[in-house]
């Protein structure tokens, strides 16, 4: 079997907005359909500056539209006073299918880009942002690998597995249902962490924080301090034990959670909605 | 007429206690048994020559002589090497109850057990110890290939499962220091590490954490080793740390960090 690449640039179906001042930004606009529709795919967007915003819908395809975050300097800039911002068609959009593998390029190295997504409901992502930017996420089912160095990351009524860290930025997750065996990781170093879980989540968690402080309103039972030690019997040396990290159980226990802010307060709460 | 009845009977009829028409009865019945009458006289014979023999009658001095004998003998050595006996024997001491045949019992389950394990056919022991080692490798290969697999969840799945004190091997700690090194996501970076941190009496494993400093750009990833490095008290630690504060570039917080961490190693 053939493997099917598709390469799309956007030049081609552009939809250059008239340069008029005041007015959204021009966007460009790509469909890329998928070589095995209705399957579950993954979206993998290594972004350098702006923001990527996904969310899930009923089509087969995935749909990329890349706005350029507008005239450098902004409104601030009194030299551009009265004068229209000419686009110059830099968002340099382009995408490649593989095998249901869709991966996102633009030219955000250097302009900070805006990009915002469809994608089928069963999709992994696979999503960083380097600078100036949030990542948000919406209505998707699958796994998620989410990396914003400087900015926030917020998923909202997700379903899956999902290992997201931040520098700077709060992570704010709420998960509709977690499938057994799968892990969630969220680690920050200034961000805080906040996730809301189904009410009838079997987790064991295991988290940290140096600066802030944790809070739930599940009963979590808090076992034992896990030491990182060998074993006594093994031990020639000196004992060693971060006594830092909390160990507990929601519900009956089962996926690992790991949840880690060096500077921010870690909240971890129920879902009100209960399941959808 | 049984065997047991006719031997009664011939027995009674040597003995000559039978009135004179029975005895002549059952010596008609013996005949019609089988049994020759030359034989029957035989027995008579032989009967009426034991009723002769003469047992003697024990003296009175045999009485006398017993006597002294059996007090001469517990006067001197007889009772002591009855005593003797007694102490020689370590279930008889008086004073320690049945302790010591209850340890002598036990003490045979065991060595029954041991002698029943060392019989067991070797092919048994070994195909046991074959499949266990199997279902290591196999655990290892699968572990091996989640390790390598695309996906970041089942690569941190691959790490939490090396937790697991079992599937610890060379193997196993070589992939966790790829995986603190290059993994794509900082999640299973840090995750391995913490697998790792719990090895780290392994001076191989110590070597591995200190070498990886300078390797690790995500400030999440530079900061845990840095905890870490302060509660193994790794002195090895502070140089590429002092390398590390030297990028003008270093956030802010993870330099104050680096400092302190430096500070309190040297």
Known sequence: ?276 | MSDKKTERLVSELLKGRLPSGKEARIKASLKKKGMNPGRLAEYEKLWDALAEERVPEPSEAMSVRFRQALDEAKKTGWRSETEGAAARNPFRRPGLGPAPRWAFGFSLVVIGWFVGYQLTPRPERSRLEALNAEMRDMKTAIFLTKMESASASERMSAVHYAEDAAAWDDTVREALVRALNSDANANVRLTALETLTRRSNDPRVREALVQSIERQESPLLVLALADVMLALDEKRAAEPFRKMIADPALYFSVRQRLEETIRKLT
């Open chain 1, 1 to 276: 079997m053939s493997i099917r690449t598709v390469v799309l640039i956007a030049a081609a179906v552009a939809f250059l907005a008239p340069a008029v001042p005041g007015q959204n930004p021009p966007s460009e606009q790509i469909t890329i359909p998928l070589s095995l529709p209705g399957q579950p795919g993954t979206l993998i967007v290594p972004h350098g500056r702006g923001s990527v915003i996904v969310t899930g819908y009923d089509g087969a395809a995935v749909i990329v539209k890349a706005s350029p975050a507008g005239p450098a300097g902004g409104d601030a800039d009194q030299g551009a006073r009265g004068l229209a911002w000419v686009a110059t068609g830099e968002t340099r959009l382009s995408a490649m299918e593989d095998g249901n593998t869709v991966t996102v390029i633009t030219n955000s190295a250097s302009k900070t880009i805006d990009l915002r997504i469809l994608v089928p409901r069963r999709f992994n992502l696979k999503l960083s942002v380097k600078d100036n930017g949030r990542i948000e996420v919406d209505g998707v089912t699958g796994e998620m690998e989410i990396n914003n160095l400087n900015g926030s990351v917020r998923l909202d009524r997700v379903t899956g597995a999902a290992l997201v860290n931040t520098v700077d930025g709060d992570i704010v997750c709420r998960f509709d249902r977690i499938p057994p065996g799968l892990p969630l990781a969220f680690t920050s170093v200034y961000g805080k962490i906040d996730v809301t879980f189904p009410s009838d989540a079997d987790l064991t968690i295991r988290m940290k924080t140096d600066q802030g402080s944790i809070f739930s309103d599940f009963d979590i039972a808090v076992g034992p301090r896990k030491s990182l030690s060998e074993p006594a019997e093994k031990a020639g040396g000196r004992r060693v034990t971060l006594e830092d990290w909390t160990s507990g159980r929601i519900g009956k226990g089962g996926n690992d959670v790991r949840l880690q802010s060096y500077e921010g307060n870690i909240y971890i709460r129920k879902s009100k909605a209960g399941r959808p």
